[in-house]
């Protein structure tokens, strides 16, 4: 027998619901953020982010699973090799959604869900930074060094 959804409704059929959360997910990994009606969001979030941790396990069984509801390879191909690892330390939380205010026509509230940066990689990116400056001001400590050593000399 049928469960009802949990949430909010969006209209239509089981089926009809379960191809449109497919497509927003879809949409979200292809373009990284969406704008859609507060409802859908809400309802999209734990779809996408049960696709990512699947992703994140990277293994054929869970390829497959993501498969079945997103049947674009090129999509699933880009969740498993570019999306999934940017999340690799992070636990949960990949999603955002910012309410955006309502829709002209019919006052709809809508709302942006896109995916989070990954924190822990800017924290490295920083880290890689300052270490090359480290570096760099070393060399050029050392190449002052012998510049003025070759003038002693000279």
């Not at 809400?42 to 993501?66: F, M, Q, S, Y």
């Not at 942006?112 to 800017?122: C, D, R, S, T």
Request: proline share 4%.
């Amino acid at each position: 027998m049928p469960r009802p959804a949990k949430g909010a409704r969006l209209g239509g059929s089981a089926a009809h619901e379960k191809l449109l959360l497919a497509n927003l997910a879809k949409s979200l990994f292809e373009h990284g953020r969406i704008t859609t009606t507060e409802a859908k969001a809400r309802r999209l979030r734990p779809v996408a982010e049960r696709l990512i941790t699947k992703a994140k396990k990277g293994d054929i069984h869970n390829r497959r699973l993501v498969l079945q509801s997103i049947t674009d390879k090129g999509i699933v191909h880009t969740l498993f090799t570019e999306i999934a690892p940017r999340y690799s330390e992070r636990p949960g939380g990949y999603t955002r959604i910012t309410k955006i205010g309502n829709r002209r026509g019919d006052n709809a509230p809508m709302a942006v869900i896109e995916l989070v940066e990954g924190e822990i990689a800017k924290k490295a990116t920083v880290a890689e930074a300052e270490a090359a400056t480290v570096r760099a001001v070393k060399e050029a400590d050392e190449a002052a060094a012998v510049e003025t050593k070759d003038e002693q000399d000279a």
